[in-house]
């Protein structure tokens, strides 16, 4: 007879005591049909949310992870809280076990009384290719997802701009700013920095300008989203060992290796999503250091024009908005990103008042029907 597999269980915010219990309750009453693990191997969370971050903890997991039970537990049930599966405090055996083996209904489901799956064939390599291009096709490229989040940006009135809470963010309390201070660390003492929070690991390199991250972009996306405090993180050196092992390849749960740049410039326009950090003077000139290496950088249709003009003189947003026609929302996005990296920067520099600046004349507004058409055209002519 073949052995069922315990669900995999963990938990956040229970001490090491209740910890202990719960696993003496798995392997005692529940015969083993549980087994207590670490959080990134659980198939099954149960959330503590009278800890300090823990709702905060639950919100990000199950944006994350949307297919995992959550399994809440709390002295009161907020009715604000809209959770799947919950426990009261004082955690009735009774009770766990029954919400439990729901929860492990909806991981495999069907009930645990119920025949165990048989184990899969091996895939073959023509059906993992093909499966992946199919994912592929599956998920919207990033910079179509990205547009669609501007487009439900509404357009502000920039004489009341100030007046609209909205409009701006502090990156000081989203995983954007926290990444950027890791990075000036990493920089300024040329050492490998770790940043770890609930939501897993990032390892900045500086020496050679890499980034290594635990999460896909898709799992790392919605904490651009949340608010996130200093208590929530933990920035740490990377050993020696470590860094090295990082560099080889040797570390297996590093899903994505990309430029620290380049991180952090996704992290920026979607930390952004159109609105702008706090304290933008929109009537401030941005002027450009360098243009960004837009071949790993996410880059959004009116991206060269924008960075184009900036490169060619300081203009104000409210001047790049009038001169280009562009949408707010990727203007005010690309600009937080620019600034994030330190491409741009925003102010009137010593530079800039040797030379009146050129009046800015507005682009017209050609189709690209007409473009294609006007050069058809004039083929015909010529020949």
Same mark, same amino acid.
């Given at each position: 007879?073949?052995?069922v597999?315990?669900i995999?269980?963990?938990?956040f915010?229970?001490d090491?005591r209740?910890r202990?219990?719960?696993?003496?309750?798995?392997?005692g009453p529940?015969k083993?049909r549980?087994a207590l693990?670490s959080q990134?191997q659980?198939?099954v969370?149960?959330?503590?949310l &009278?800890?300090?971050?823990g709702?905060?903890?639950?919100?990000?997991?199950n #944006?994350?992870n949307?297919s995992?039970?959550?399994?809440a537990i709390s002295?009161h049930r &907020?009715r =604000?809280m809209?959770? =799947?599966?919950?426990?009261k405090k004082?955690?009735r055996?009774e #009770?766990?076990l029954?919400v439990?083996?729901k929860?492990a209904?909806r991981?495999?489901?069907?009930?645990? @009384?119920s025949?165990p799956? $048989?184990?899969p064939?091996p895939?073959?390599p023509?059906?993992v /290719? !093909?499966?992946?291009?199919?994912e592929e096709?599956?998920?919207a490229?990033? $910079?179509?997802?990205?547009?669609?989040?501007?487009r439900?940006?509404?357009?502000?009135?920039?004489?009341q701009?100030?007046?609209?809470?909205?409009?701006?963010y &502090?990156?000081?309390?989203?995983?954007?700013?926290?990444?950027?201070?890791?990075?000036?660390i990493a920089? /300024?003492?040329k050492q490998?920095?770790?940043? !770890?929070?609930?939501?897993?690991r990032?390892?900045i390199?500086p020496?050679e300008?890499?980034?290594?991250s $635990?999460l896909l972009d898709?799992r790392?996306r919605?904490? #651009?989203?949340?608010r996130?405090s200093?208590?929530?993180?933990?920035v740490?050196?990377?050993e020696?060992d470590?860094?090295q092992?990082?560099r080889q390849?040797k570390n297996? *749960?590093i899903?994505?290796i990309t430029?620290?740049?380049a991180l952090?410039?996704r992290?920026?326009?979607w !930390? @952004?999503?159109?609105?702008?950090?706090k304290g933008?003077?929109?009537?401030s000139p941005?002027?450009?250091?360098?243009?960004?290496n837009?071949t790993?950088?996410l =880059?959004t249709?009116n991206?060269?024009?924008?960075?184009?003009?900036w490169a060619?003189?300081p203009?104000?947003l409210t001047? #790049?908005?009038? /001169?280009?026609?562009?949408?707010q929302a990727?203007?005010?996005?690309?600009?937080? *990103?620019?600034l994030?990296?330190?491409? *741009?920067g925003?102010?009137r520099?010593?530079?800039?008042?040797?030379?009146s600046?050129?009046?800015?004349e507005?682009?017209?507004?050609?189709?690209?029907?007409k473009?294609?058409?006007?050069?058809l055209f004039r083929?015909?002519e010529?020949?």
């Amino acid at each position: 007879m073949t052995a069922v597999e315990p669900i995999k269980v963990g938990a956040f915010g229970l001490d090491d005591r209740a910890r202990k219990l719960l696993s003496l309750f798995f392997a005692g009453p529940c015969k083993g049909r549980f087994a207590l693990v670490s959080q990134f191997q659980a198939d099954v969370l149960i959330v503590d949310l &009278d800890r300090p971050s823990g709702w905060n903890y639950y919100q990000t997991q199950n #944006t994350i992870n949307p297919s995992r039970p959550l399994v809440a537990i709390s002295l009161h049930r &907020d009715r =604000e809280m809209e959770v =799947e599966f919950f426990i009261k405090k004082p955690m009735r055996l009774e #009770t766990v076990l029954q919400v439990l083996e729901k929860a492990a209904a909806r991981v495999h489901g069907a009930s645990l @009384s119920s025949k165990p799956p $048989e184990r899969p064939k091996p895939p073959s390599p023509q059906s993992v /290719a !093909s499966k992946s291009r199919l994912e592929e096709r599956k998920e919207a490229p990033e $910079e179509y997802q990205f547009l669609q989040l501007l487009r439900r940006r509404p357009k502000a009135d920039l004489a009341q701009i100030k007046a609209v809470a909205e409009l701006f963010y &502090d990156p000081a309390q989203c995983i954007q700013g926290h990444l950027q201070r890791t990075i000036q660390i990493a920089r /300024a003492e040329k050492q490998g920095m770790q940043i !770890s929070g609930f939501w897993g690991r990032l390892y900045i390199d500086p020496l050679e300008e890499r980034a290594y991250s $635990e999460l896909l972009d898709s799992r790392l996306r919605p904490l #651009t989203v949340m608010r996130i405090s200093q208590r929530e993180i933990e920035v740490i050196p990377i050993e020696p060992d470590h860094l090295q092992a990082l560099r080889q390849g040797k570390n297996e *749960a590093i899903r994505v290796i990309t430029s620290i740049d380049a991180l952090l410039w996704r992290l920026s326009l979607w !930390s @952004s999503r159109g609105r702008l950090p706090k304290g933008t003077d929109i009537e401030s000139p941005v002027f450009l250091r360098h243009w960004p290496n837009f071949t790993r950088c996410l =880059e959004t249709p009116n991206a060269m024009r924008i960075i184009a003009l900036w490169a060619r003189q300081p203009a104000s947003l409210t001047d #790049t908005l009038e /001169a280009l026609h562009v949408s707010q929302a990727e203007t005010f996005a690309l600009f937080s *990103a620019a600034l994030a990296v330190g491409c *741009a920067g925003i102010g009137r520099r010593q530079a800039d008042s040797l030379l009146s600046p050129v009046p800015l004349e507005p682009t017209p507004q050609r189709s690209l029907l007409k473009r294609t058409l006007n050069r058809l055209f004039r083929h015909e002519e010529e020949s």
